[in-house]
């Protein structure tokens, strides 16, 4: 089975803080994705990466910023977190090669801003 | 742009019975993929159905199947024989593949109560 983990179920963060979501995923995919979701809006996408060291901005990049350093492992970060970055986060995988487009996601990490 | 639209915020079922949940999208692009994705309470979102556009045959798993209307830019779901596990948001997704850039849209989602 596919596992895409993600380091926290639940984040309280103070605002101005530097804060970073990391996922991970056993499957070797080359794509792999950073949504946010809210109630209302669905997922919007972040940022997208293809391989390490790639990365493309989504629907809503402000305020963010991504890292893969390694193929297993995708980094959001939050420079100076707000209050309007409350929300869910959740982590997606995909193979490249295959065209099939399933995505694979993790548990979700729900950011809370104070 | 693609847009994807689910009218239907909420919607219960009573187990046993059928139930539809409606999608529609916008595009000009004639190949693409689309999806429903099912995020239970608190538990990792799964992909429930693919079709790909380029399909007339509309894709059915087990008690899940779809009714894909290409012209219409249509894609419902419709879950048969409910089950309380079916209690669940459902997302409608759309999917295009491009020189190795993959855009996902994702409609705002359907929430499900299946009944006792």
């Known amino acids: 089975d596919v596992k895409v983990t993600q380091s926290s179920r639940y984040l309280v963060k103070r605002t101005g803080e530097k804060v970073f979501l990391e996922c991970v995923q056993d499957?070797?995919?080359?794509?792999m994705f950073w949504y946010r979701q809210d109630p209302g809006l669905g997922l919007r996408l972040i940022y997208f990466?293809?391989?390490?060291?790639?990365?493309e901005k989504g629907d809503i990049p402000e305020g963010y910023s991504v890292s893969r350093e390694k193929k297993e492992r995708f980094s959001l970060i939050l420079e100076s977190a707000s209050t309007n970055q409350t929300s869910m986060y959740l982590c997606?995988?995909?193979?490249?090669?295959?065209?099939?487009?399933?995505?694979?996601f993790g548990p979700g990490t729900r950011l809370t801003v104070t | 742009a693609q847009t994807v639209t689910q009218s239907q915020p909420e919607m219960s079922v009573q187990e046993a019975e059928t139930v539809t949940l409606s999608c529609t999208y916008d595009?000009?692009?004639?190949?693409?993929?689309l999806f429903w994705y099912k995020q239970p309470p608190s538990r990792q979102m799964i992909l429930v159905i693919r079709?790909?556009?380029?399909?007339?045959q509309n894709a059915t798993e087990n008690r899940f199947s779809v009714n894909f209307q290409k012209a219409a830019k249509s894609f419902s779901l419709k879950i048969s024989d409910s089950q309380l596990g079916d209690t669940a948001m459902y997302f409608c997704?759309?999917?295009?593949?491009?020189?190795?850039?993959?855009?996902?849209?994702f409609g705002t989602g359907t929430r499900l109560k299946v009944l006792a």
């Open positions: 079709q790909e556009a380029y399909k007339q």
């Open positions: 595009t000009s692009e004639n190949n693409y993929y």
């Open positions: 997606a995988s995909s193979f490249q090669g295959r065209v099939s487009g399933e995505q694979y």
């Open positions: 499957m070797d995919h080359e794509n």
């Open positions: 990466s293809y391989d390490v060291k790639m990365k």
């Open positions: 997704a759309f999917m295009k593949h491009d020189a190795g850039t993959y855009k996902y849209i």
